[in-house]
Every structure is written in C-alpha cells, then in structure tokens.
C-alpha cells in the first residue's frame, strides 16, 4: 500500500486594523522608520498596560464566522512565556484555553471533489518585533511588534499538496472579502506553519513541523521536498523523528531546527493585565448579518445563474473586486451583452492588458458601464472583434469611453450598404485579372477580393456585407457581360 | 512538597540563570518551602468558584481602533545599552524564534 501524506496547518494574518493590537500606536508599519511606532507597552516597559483593540477582535469573529466556526462566549488572553529579543516582554499574548473561535470548516474543491478541511480554532495575538542580522549583532525594529495577529489553525484533514494549494488559496481569497487581511505576502501579510506525516493509510506517521513559510511556493515546494524525504525513510525501514524544521528559500529544502528533547516550555498561563471578554450572542448576530457573499457560494451562483464554467467562475471570484466589477457589468448590460461575453472580456482581454501592465482592477479607469457599451458595439456588429480589442487597450490606457475612442479612432464597422459599395467597384476595378477568375466561377478568388476590401477600409467593413456587395457586383457583370 | 533537584535545575534555565551546586541545593530547599506555604491554599474547597486569574471584577475593557501618537524615536532608545542609527542592537541571535 502506498504512504500518503497527512498535513495540518497553521496560518498567521496579520489584520487590517488602523492601530496595535494592545495600543494606540499605527499599524502600518510597511514604511515607517525604525522604531517610529512604538510605545511603552510595545517595548514592555514597567507599569505600561495593554488594552484590546476592539476592532480586532471584531475583525477576528468575523473570520470564525466565515469559517463556520462556534463563536466564545468567554474569551481571554494568555501570555505565552519565552525568551527572544523580538518579544521584550518575555511573553507574547495570545489565547491559549479559550479562543475566540473553534471548530469550524473551510470547503476546497480539487479536481471536482469537495472536502471540508476542519478548523480546529481562530485566535488572536501580537505579532513580534523585526530582527535584522547584521555582522556582530542583531538589529531590533519594534515597529511590527504588537501588530494585531489572527492565528487560524486546520486539523490534520488534508492530504496532497494541491489540497493545500486550494486551502491556501481559498483562505486568502475569504481573508481578503473580509477585508481583515491585505493577503499581501511579500509584505509578510500572512505566514505558515505546517506539520505533516506520512505513513501507509490507516496508520499513524511522526508529525514534523515546517515553520516560517513566507508564500504559497514556499508551502508546496516545502511540502513536497519534505513528503518525499519522510517516504524515503520509511521505505528504507527507518523511523522519521518527531522534529521542527525550517525551510532554506534559495536552496530549496528543509533543515532541523530542533528536536523534540529541546521542545519550548511556554509556561501559558492568563494574562492579568488584560480582562476577560465575554461576547453579547446578538453582537455576534449583528456581525454574522454583515457576512459578504463568500467566493464560493458566489462562484457557483454564476455557474448557475450565468452558466458560466466552474473555471471561469472561479477565476471571477477569486477578488472581490473582480466579483464587483463583473456583477456591476452585467448589471448594466444592455440587450445583446450577456454575462457569458462579459466574462469571456473580463478574463481574456481585460486581464491580458492587466498582467501586460501590472495593474490590479482598482486601478483600471474602465468603468463596468464603458465595458458593456463597447460589447453591445461588439455584439450589434458595429465594432469588429479585433477593433474592440484595439478600442479597450485605448480605454484601459486613458479611461476615455469607448464611443469616444471608436469616433477619434475611425473604427466604426462600415455596415452601410452606400458607404461600402463605391469601395468594393472600386477593388473590382483595380483587380481585373481576379475579377476575370471570379466570373470564370472560381470562388476561391473571393477570398483575395475580401482582403483588399478589408484593406482598403482598413480593417472597418462588415465582412458579411462586403462579401455580399462583390457577389452581387460580380454577378451584375456577368449578366452584362 | 519537595522539588527535585532535576525541576530547579529546569526553572532555572527557563529563567536564563547559571546557578551553582550550592545554588542549586539552596533554592531547592528555598522554593520548596514556598510550594508547601501555597499548598496551604489547595486545602480549601473550591468547588463551586469558577477560575479565575482576577481578583477584579472588570470584563469586556477594550479601546476604538483609532491610532495615538508612539513615543519619539530618541525616548524608545533612551535606556537602550547598544544602538546602531534608530535600532536596537542585541547580541547576535542565530536560533530561530519558537
């Protein structure tokens, strides 16, 4: 039988929040100079007291709610003892017995199966100071320290790497509707941990844990490199030890870290300084109410409202503001524009132009109402595909509407019967060779006759009218012929 | 309830102390007589008091999210032993944090 891997996972967000966690101090620290916002009770002076930041917590059972998790009615923080530098407190606080949120569920899909990865709570912490090593000391910037942390943690439930791509993926993709998490990774945004174990089905493997994962590359690659290094060992008859590793980003594999002797003794207990909350049933209510439509639920309301294909749904709702754009857009379609030539714009189009040029949808100046009136020019047969694309690389650079751009471009499709037809006598005229081949019944030559129509309106002439204009010009010679 | 020697020698580490056999022998007997002082305490019955880690009747104290001035960078690095431009400079750290 062969082993199969089991994985957990530990997600850390960092949230949205204008302050710390437990003070008034910014939480934007991107930018900022070193320790530039910092305070006494970042700094964990003597006497400095933390008070909790209301919209954190508020941001937090917000998440458990669209994880389907139980809600606390009490909840407390723990100081979770151990020394580091980048905690001068000596301790983090964090929510050890009692989280805010536990037992709850996140749906993944991969390859057309479903499956609910359980999570087994949501907590709430600071994230900790920034260490830079530098050459005979380690460099302090408290600027991150006390950030406002959500800690969201799976049960061991999921058991191939794309399992945990989609898990990633889709927990993002829920942090950032939210609006709790800028899912900004670079930036450090959100963090993993996972712990995986491999052993045949049925079986209990040694749990490994792979910390400080900075991207979803860094999860897989990680995951694989470490999968395949556990499934050695077993098939040698050897024993994997229960370890933590790191993982080296430019060498691509994992190393030791610790073992399980050297296991930190964090010495929870709670936090005096900081009093218990207990959570008003209809609070949570309220917050449950103000829930947006989830990427999933609405993925597949396009699949059936629109008949769009799971793939493309998918990629429509993977950002809200895509979402929104694209339901602003068939909002205002006109007749003749539906949501499946939206869609097929929206992604192929609109989102080469936006790879090409590095820009998100928020800082595309195409308006949903702009698109719509360049497809319904489009569908009505005013505008050639080709020009459409032509006019939407116009409107995405200047943000001008596409009227406008089809005036001062001249692209109008020529579909008027008195405007074409001097210009097909014309090509008829100046190609007497091919014009002798076409009366001859050589039907083939149309082909030839079409592109110079298209040539010379450049590219503008219905071509179902210019084909009809020459067959009709044609057979009016041979019958005076 | 005597501590081992094995416990003192583990507090201590988690306390980052290098004690010396005497030391050791000493705080042994010393935080054993403080454990059997508290355990005076485990004698009442506490049934029916849920836990608490309070001895305040406060709940649910919490601040709006609104951002307050941070202290001036030369205030932060005020009492700091060792600087280097507008950071802290620690000793060299090569373990990774928990």
């Known amino acids: 039988m062969p082993y199969r891997p089991t994985i957990g996972m530990e997600v850390h967000a960092q949230l949205l929040t204008r302050s710390k966690m437990f003070c008034g101090c910014s939480a934007d620290y991107w930018a900022a100079p070193p320790n530039s916002q910092v305070c006494p009770v970042d700094l964990g002076l003597p006497g400095a007291l933390p008070v909790i930041n209301a919209r954190a917590v508020e941001a937090t059972v917000l998440t458990g709610l669209a994880l389907n998790c139980e809600i606390a009615s009490v909840t407390r923080f723990d100081r979770k003892n151990y020394p580091y530098p980048d905690l001068p407190k000596g301790y983090q606080i964090s929510q050890y017995e009692l989280p805010l949120c536990r037992n709850g569920w996140l749906e993944i899909e991969v390859d057309g199966e479903r499956r609910r990865i359980r999570i087994r709570r949501v907590h709430l912490e600071e994230d900790t100071a920034k260490l830079t090593h530098v050459e005979g000391c380690s460099l302090l910037d408290f600027n991150r320290a006390g950030v406002p942390l959500m800690e969201i943690v799976s049960e061991p439930d999921m058991h191939s790497v794309d399992e945990v791509r989609e898990y990633v993926t889709q927990l993002r993709s829920v942090l950032r509707y939210l609006g709790v998490n800028s899912g900004d990774m670079e930036k450090g945004a959100m963090r993993f941990e996972v712990n995986v174990s491999v052993a045949r089905e049925g079986e209990r493997g040694t749990k490994v844990e792979i910390k400080n994962l900075n991207s979803f590359r860094a999860v897989t690659r990680s995951l694989e490199y470490e999968i395949a290094r556990q499934t050695r060992i077993l098939e040698r008859g050897g024993h994997v030890e229960q370890v933590t590793m790191g993982w080296d980003e430019d060498r691509e594999l994992t190393f030791e870290q610790r073992s399980k002797e050297e296991a930190p003794d964090y010495r929870y207990f709670p936090d005096p300084d900081l009093p218990p909350l207990t959570l008003d049933p209809a609070w949570v209510d309220g917050l449950r109410a103000r829930l947006p439509e989830l990427p999933r639920a609405k993925a597949e309301r396009y699949q059936r409202e629109y008949g769009l294909s799971a793939y493309d749904a998918g990629v429509l709702t993977a950002e809200r503001a895509v979402a929104e754009f694209f339901e602003a857009a068939v909002a205002a379609a006109p007749a003749g524009v539906d949501a499946k030539m939206i869609s097929n714009w929206l992604t192929g189009e609109l989102f080469r132009l936006m790879r090409a040029r590095e820009r998100s949808i928020e800082q595309v100046p195409i308006t949903p109402r702009d698109l719509v009136a360049l497809l319904e020019m489009v569908a009505a047969g005013r505008l050639t595909g080709a020009s459409g694309k032509e006019v939407l690389e116009e409107m995405f650079v200047t943000g001008r509407p596409p009227a406008e751009v089809v005036a001062a471009r001249g692209l109008a499709q020529i579909s008027d019967e008195a405007a074409l037809r001097p210009v097909v006598e014309k090509v008829l005229e100046e190609n007497p060779g091919p014009l002798a081949e076409l009366l001859a019944g050589k039907e083939p030559v149309l082909r030839f006759l079409m592109g110079q129509v298209m040539r010379a309106t450049r590219g503008q002439a219905n071509p179902q009218l210019a084909q009809r204009l020459l067959q009709e010009a044609a057979e009016r010679r041979r019958r005076a012929s | ?98």
């Open chain 2, 1 to 98: 309830m005597p501590l081992t020697r094995q416990e003192v020698e583990h507090i201590a580490e988690l306390a980052k102390l290098a004690l010396s056999q005497e030391e050791i022998e000493r705080f042994q007997e010393q935080l054993s007589a403080i454990l059997d002082y508290a355990a005076v305490l485990q004698r009442l019955d506490t049934e029916a008091i849920p836990p608490t880690a309070q001895v305040i009747e406060l709940k649910n104290v919490m601040r709006a999210d609104e951002v307050s001035p941070s202290l001036p960078v030369e205030d932060v690095l005020g009492n700091a032993p060792s600087r280097r431009d507008s950071y802290f400079c620690v000793p060299p750290v090569i373990e990774v944090a928990p």
